[in-house]
């Protein structure tokens, strides 16, 4: 039996499914990443724009929702805040769309996490006014998101050893690993901007150390695209 609820979601992404719908992956603040069908979306005057499945955008949703049901369907959708600036800007839709994909294929399906989400939404809201430093904001949702997956670790060293025993070509230097500490830390004070290398290094080295902890995640097609603009 389906069941109606409201809901909050943040978009990942969406297909083309026939000639006039949608199917798009969201994760929920009730029951984690879902897939829903959206009718007749891509059509003149339709009753949703196709700008509310951008990537990481906010949503309030009223929706169907089955259990063990592959395909979801939503009722009502409109913008729970607007994120006008992740939209206009090259650079913060580039981030949109990289985290976007890392995020599809890190969490799991119906899985509940009320922290996660917090998470994602008020980091959403930071990239959306973020003015400068998009390379530490990108750095650090990742690190975050570590943790928010039970993956975290405390020290770069940690880190680092994970990554050399692995075989990761893209050795860490010094100011990388310092660099990294700070983040894991919180700690910023004494650490000068990074140099677009190194952004792109700790970049790799992070995404290395999330492909050893989920075999789900392979290659990012997006990365390329975010290292191009690092730094």
Known sequence: MNMRYTTRGIVLNYMKYGETSIIVRIFTELFGKQAYLVQGVRVPKAKHSMALFQPLMPLDMVVYHKK????????????HIPIGNILSDLKKATIATFLTELLHKVLYEEEHNEALFQFLLQSILKLDELVDGHELFYLDFMLQLCR?????????????EQLVRSGFSGKLDKSELAL??????????DIKRPSRQSVRNLLAGIVRYFQLHIDTLDTLKSLPILQEISG
């Open 148 to 160: 928010h997956l039970g993956l975290g670790c405390n020290a770069a060293a940690e880190m680092n």
């Open 68 to 79: 063990h049901t592959t395909l979801q369907r939503i009722i009502e959708a409109k913008c």
């Open 180 to 189: 990294l500490d700070a983040l894991l830390t919180k700690d910023m004070e």
